[in-house]
Antibody
Framework: QVQLVQSGAEVKKPGASVKISCKAS????????MSWVRQAPGQGLEWMGV????????NYAQKFQGRVTMTRDTSTSTVYMELSSLKSEDTAVFYC?????????????WGQGTLVTVSS | QSVLTQSPSASGTPGQRVTMSCSGS????????VNWYQQLPGTAPRLVIY???GRPSGVPDRFSGSKSGTSASLAISGLQSDDEADYYC????????????FGGGTKLTVL
C-alpha cells in the first residue's frame, strides 16, 4: 500500500532553515511527482511546489521562490523540502502529497504532516 | 486571500443534500480540472473528487462534483455526521508560470 512518512516536528529560530523528509513506499517512486503543501494554524492549504523524482526537475510557487528547495534521493525513495530564512509566519504543518495525474493538482496520497514552529 | 473563492461555511442535517461552490477564473478553473479535498480535524487532507467529477476508490457515491465555466461545485447527499469537515477546492493555474491554487475552504457543519 502507498505510504508517505514524513520526518518529525521541528522548532527553529527566525532566520534558520528547516529540511523535512518524506519517504515513499508501496509504489514506483520515480513514476509520480511529489508536491509540498503548507497549512498555517487555523488556515487553509497553500501549495509550495512540486518535484519530479525521475529527473529532479522542480516548479516552485512564486511566493516561495528563492527560499524553498526540493530535492530527492532515488536510492531511498525520499523527497526533501528545505525552507530557508524562516519567519514566525512560517509556523505551519507541512505535507508532502503524491501527484497522480499530469494536470498537477490531484493529490491522492498525503504524508501525515510535519509541524514546524518558528520562534525565538 | 485565496485565488479560488469558497463560502466559509455550510451546514445541513443528517440525510440532507448540501452543496458548496468554488469560484475561479479563466486561468484556473476556466481551463483546468478541479479537485476537492476533505480535511477532518487534525488529519491530512483526503481527495474526494478529482478531475471535476471523478471519485477515487473508497469515496462513497454520496460525493459528487461538477464544473461549469469558471465555477465548480461539490455536493454531498445523504449527509452523515462524519462528513463534518473542512472542504477545499484546488486547480492548476496557468498564470505565474503555473502553480496549484486552493480555495480558502468551506467548513461543513452537520447539525
Amino acid at each position: 500500500q502507498v505510504q508517505l512518512v514524513q520526518s518529525g516536528a521541528e522548532v527553529k529560530k527566525p532566520g534558520a532553515s528547516v529540511k523535512i523528509s518524506c519517504k515513499a513506499s508501496g509504489y514506483t517512486f520515480t513514476g509520480y511527482s511529489m508536491s509540498w503543501v503548507r497549512q498555517a494554524p487555523g488556515q487553509g492549504l497553500e501549495w509550495m511546489g512540486v518535484i519530479d523524482p525521475s529527473d529532479g526537475r522542480t516548479n516552485y510557487a512564486q511566493k516561495f521562490q528563492g527560499r524553498v528547495t526540493m530535492t530527492r534521493d532515488t536510492s531511498t525513495s525520499t523527497v526533501y523540502m528545505e525552507l530557508s530564512s524562516l519567519k514566525s509566519e512560517d509556523t505551519a504543518v507541512f505535507y508532502c502529497a503524491r501527484v497522480f495525474l499530469t494536470t498537477g493538482s490531484e493529490f491522492d496520497f498525503w504524508g501525515q504532516g510535519t509541524l514546524v514552529t518558528v520562534s525565538s | 486571500q485565496s485565488v479560488l473563492t469558497q463560502s466559509p461555511s455550510a451546514s445541513g442535517t443528517p440525510g440532507q443534500r448540501v452543496t458548496m461552490s468554488c469560484s475561479g477564473s479563466s486561468s484556473n478553473i476556466g481551463r483546468n480540472t478541479v479537485n476537492w479535498y476533505q480535511q477532518l480535524p487534525g488529519t491530512a487532507p483526503r481527495l474526494v473528487i478529482y478531475a471535476n467529477d471523478g471519485r477515487p476508490s473508497g469515496v462513497p457515491d454520496r460525493f459528487s462534483g461538477s464544473k461549469s465555466g469558471t465555477s465548480a461545485s461539490l455536493a454531498i447527499s445523504g449527509l452523515q455526521s462524519d462528513d463534518e469537515a473542512d472542504y477545499y477546492c484546488a486547480a492548476w493555474d496557468d498564470s505565474l508560470s503555473g502553480q496549484v491554487v486552493f480555495g480558502g475552504g468551506t467548513k461543513l457543519t452537520v447539525l
